[in-house]
């Protein structure tokens, strides 16, 4: 399969395609890919060619190569479309480059400090356990994707923007929509998106009438000198926190507590020594993390990675999952090992996309396991790992359900 221009264009026929050839265990075909070259040309979610960037070190360099641009506005048209949002959710990071993404980023960095974040640890924590201690009143098996991941994500993302919970399950069935790729959910889109305009909306004007400590009155009052955001760029960040960290966790959260009840020793060495939970969160997130393909970028002009020419215009994937299996970059890449002394993943990104909230994400996810394992050392899967389904999700890897039996001491 041909993926340099000069080697002939390849025909979309024989392409692989994302939705299919990969599926839900893609490792197999990102191996082939890797092996056959470093850049491929595949059939992307919108059923277009799309290039995709498989090795670590091109991964690592195409998400900081300012020449690879996440604003639409470069895109060859007709060659990506997208999930089109109104110009009220568009103003945001993930639709900018340059100065204006420099200048967005420097007003709101300040709202995910580390001092904000470290006086959120207790709060993590206290929600966390209050979730599993209800838990662990029930006689059998509870699901840890539906009954903990996703209440204590949303639960603290609300808290922390200083949304009503009063809206949190709503959030929730409008974020569902948009990442689930049914017809049905296609159908709804224009639904979830006026919800979660007209709700965010009502929070901010709430919030500039009667400003508090969440991050949403934070915002509202963040300046750079006589800088500020505006209304789109408020109400876009907002929905892009609920929209790229909800998720996300969840996912990364179930992967993570499915890893460490499966690995033989792993719950033990864990449960002994609460510090290594951070690496071995850090290495779930290599090996299975939620993010498969990093977010789409635009040739700005005619790019070059590793001998295959990218030209201006055309979309491009870099795919995080296959750069975090990649044997030139780590050793025993499909194994789980905590405490690698390689360099670290891209699971939040590189570069000045790095995730805003990457230190928020590392905390909820280093806490959900932590507390687990002291609550409930002796919790078992109740299903084989293999047989957990996917999430259905059209940009995030998952299990969609997580049953496990809480059990707070060997029988």
Known sequence: MPSDRTAGTPDPAVMPRLDEA?????YPMYA???????????????????????????????LADPRLSLNRSNATPGSYTGLSLPPALDKNLLNMDGRDHARLRRLVAPAFGPARMEGLRQQVRDTAAGLLDSLGLQPG?????????????????????????????RFRRWT??????????????GEALEGIVTSLTVQIQAR??????????????????????????????????????????????????ATALTEPG?????????????????????????VELAIRRFATEDVEISGVVIPAGDPVLVALASAHRDPAAFTCPDRVAPGRTEQ?????????????????????????????????????????????????????RGIARLPVLLRPEDD
């Open 141 to 169: 098996p509870v699901d840890l994707v539906e009954d903990y991941a996703a209440p204590l994500s949303l639960a603290l993302l609300c808290d922390i923007l200083g949304v009503d919970q009063t809206e949190s399950e």
């Open 344 to 396: 670290g993943h891209l699971g939040f990104g590189h570069g000045p996309h790095y995730c805003l909230g990457a230190a928020l994400a590392r905390l909820e996810i280093v806490t959900a396991v932590t507390v687990l394992l002291e609550r409930y050392p002796a919790a078992t899967l109740t299903t084989p790992r293999e047989e957990l389904r996917p999430r259905p999700s059209v940009r995030t």
């Open 176 to 189: 569902t929509i948009l990442l689930n790729p049914s017809a049905e959910s296609r159908a709804r889109l």
């Open 32 to 62: 082939e890919l890797r092996k056959a070259g470093p850049v491929h040309q595949v059939i992307g979610p919108e059923g277009r060619p799309i290039w995709l960037v498989t090795g670590f070190q091109d991964a690592r360099a195409a």
């Open 22 to 26: 990969f599926g839900p265990d893609p």
């Open 266 to 290: 792993l719950r033990s060495r864990l449960r002994d020594n609460p510090d290594a939970v951070t690496e071995f969160v850090e290495e779930t997130i290599r090996f299975d993390g939620p």
């Open 208 to 257: 500039r009438a009667e400003p508090g400590t969440d991050l949403l009155s934070v915002l509202i009052a963040a300046h750079d000198g006589e800088d500020r955001l505006s209304a789109d760029e408020l109400l876009s960040l907002a929905f892009l926190l609920l929209f790229a960290g909800y998720e996300n966790t969840i996912a990364a959260i179930a992967t993570a507590v």
